[in-house]
């Protein structure tokens, strides 16, 4: 098209091919030995043991690929948060599959694989999906334990929520293909159904060391917790098998009979592909998130036919929103024009920028997607709530507080993709984190901070000066230059979307291109659960 759509291009392509390869650095575990070394015991990768279980031909979503990326260092990291799980189906049913990386730490949790699983387990109780457990874990990793055992957020939450979920009617399925110890013993055994495999499975509140320092009793693994003993002696198992493979063809059969649910009833038609090429989409936003561009350009690329229908297109141009169809489903998208535009009093509002009539365009449309049962799709590019006298006078916290309120009480799922910044308020106004995305994704390009920034090393430079020159010390333009220099360089780290994919700030960082596949699977499994509260918003600000 132009020099700066290729220059955008070929950045945002080496953006996703940075992806790509730190995904396949992931996928490794422990590592290629750890991967051997399960291999002579008859076991598979999990992400193998995923791909055997899943329908051939279709495609797995994988959540917290990079959920722990570059913490824990000192302890030999925790790739994928020692677990691999995402939304996949199973003989044509949408399921969450969580499944344990044996080659890390013995599958040993840290405080990021309880946080991880956690969000798992509520990806399924607010979309009422199956859950199938694939077990290969020694428990809490104990350097750690006062991080990941104790509190509400903690191991324990794991085994309330099996019992909520079991409450609620949502099936479970634990198949055991290594260790299941201590309180993780709990888990297959408060599934629907639980499976084990022969010589590798095993199941204890206590392994033999244990048993041996406690009670003085000397007992083997398999005699103590093995597939035999659970399936003939305890009852605790109901299934045993002499292979993976085995096990996970009879988790298939189990999943084949499973009773069809309500529906909540969301409209879809036959999809239909964007006129508009997808591909295009590289070439239409910047990497480094500083160029101007045209968000319903990004919209009809991902939009069937590329249709899109635009809700009080000439007000509050900072924010658009409109109906559309993603893969055959209605939705309302509410996105953050990032294109300079004028009011319609001849006014330039700066784009990615949410100004009165923009957070009040949006909040009318959210509550009339509410009305209307649609969905949201959120595309978040925001740098925040205009500021300065003018728009404190007209009322913008009023008014951003209105918006706030209608994202926060919306009960329509949301999805949400953020496409580039994602700073302050704008974050929460966007429907950040805090406001309960049925899913949340990030394009590589995304930056997720308090500010901007240079507005933040600006700020934070100031005040480590000032605390310096209260102690006595002369900052000199030079050193003053090498400070802003390391603060910028740190912050800068902490906005990445490894950083926020790390922490599960995002579900996942995703190839733009796969943005309409990700939102239609979100209201897919949406679509699962038929309960939905009545839509008040309380004290509403007008």
Not at 170 to 187: D, H, K, N, P, W
Not at 485 to 491: A, G, V
Request: glycine share 10%; hydrophobic share 40%; with cysteine.
């Amino acid at each position: 098209m132009n020099l700066e759509f290729n220059k955008n291009e070929d950045a945002m392509k080496l953006a996703v091919s940075q992806v790509r390869q730190r995904h396949a650095q992931v996928s490794l575990g422990g590592g290629k030995k750890a991967i051997e070394k399960a291999r002579e015991k008859g076991k598979m990768t999990p992400r193998e043991r995923i791909q055997y279980l899943i329908d051939k031909d279709s495609t797995f979503t994988e959540i917290g690929a990079f959920a722990g990326w570059e913490m824990y260092q000192e302890h030999g990291g925790c790739p994928a948060a020692g677990t691999v799980a995402g939304l996949g189906y199973v003989c044509g049913r949408q399921c969450v599959i969580v499944a344990n990386d044996n080659t890390v730490k013995a599958g040993a949790w840290f405080p990021i694989t309880g946080k991880k699983n956690l969000r798992l387990q509520e990806i399924a109780m607010e979309n009422h999906l199956p859950v199938i457990y694939i077990v290969d874990s020694a428990g809490v990793y104990l350097p750690m334990q006062d991080e990941i055992f104790p509190d509400k957020e903690h191991f324990g939450r794991i085994f309330r929520n099996n019992a909520q979920m079991s409450a609620m009617g949502i099936t479970q399925i634990a198949a055991v293909m290594g260790s299941c110890v201590a309180g993780g013993a709990y888990l297959p055994i408060m599934s629907d159904e639980t499976l084990m495999v022969e010589g590798n499975g095993s199941i204890f509140l206590a392994g033999p060391y244990l048993v041996k320092a406690a009670i003085g009793e000397d007992v083997d693994i398999q005699t103590l917790g093995g597939a035999k003993t659970h399936t003939e002696i305890s009852g605790i198992a109901d299934y045993k098998f002499e292979t993976e493979a085995e096990c996970l063809d009879q988790v298939r059969r189990i999943m084949d009979k499973i009773g069809e649910q309500p529906r909540a009833g969301f409209d879809r038609v036959k999809p239909a592909a964007p006129k508009k090429d997808p591909n295009e989409i590289y070439g239409l936003v910047s990497v480094d998130n500083s160029r101007p561009y045209d968000v319903v350009e990004v919209i009809e690329r991902m939009v069937d036919n590329s249709e899109f229908d635009q809700f009080k297109e000439d007000y509050g141009k900072t924010i658009v929103c409109g109906y559309a169809r993603i893969d055959g489903w209605a939705v309302g998208i509410v996105a953050n024009q990032r294109k300079i535009v004028k009011s319609g009093k001849g006014e330039m509002q700066l784009g990615g920028v949410i100004y009165n009539d923009s957070a009040d365009k949006a909040a009318r449309f959210i509550q009339n997607c509410n009305q209307k049962k649609i969905p949201l799709v959120f595309l978040q590019d925001v740098t925040g709530f205009m500021v300065g006298s003018r728009s404190e006078h007209s009322g913008i916290i009023k008014d951003g507080a209105k918006l706030v309120n209608a994202v926060a009480n919306s009960v329509v799922p949301k999805i949400t993709i953020v496409i580039g910044n994602s700073y302050g308020a704008g974050n929460y106004a966007m429907c950040g984190k805090a406001y309960d995305p049925r899913f949340i994704y990030a394009w590589p390009n995304a930056k997720i901070a308090v500010m901007g920034g240079e507005q933040a090393a600006k700020t934070l430079l100031q005040i480590q000066v000032a605390a310096l020159k209260s102690k006595g010390q002369e900052i000199d333009p030079e050193k003053e230059k090498e400070l802003l220099k390391q603060i910028t360089d740190r912050y800068t780290s902490q906005t990445s979307a490894y950083y926020a994919a790390a922490r599960l700030w995002v579900d996942e960082i995703i190839d733009p291109i796969e943005t309409r596949r990700v939102i239609s699977e979100g209201i897919n499994a949406a679509n699962h659960n038929p309960n939905m509260k009545e839509f008040k918003t309380g004290v509403f600000q007008v």
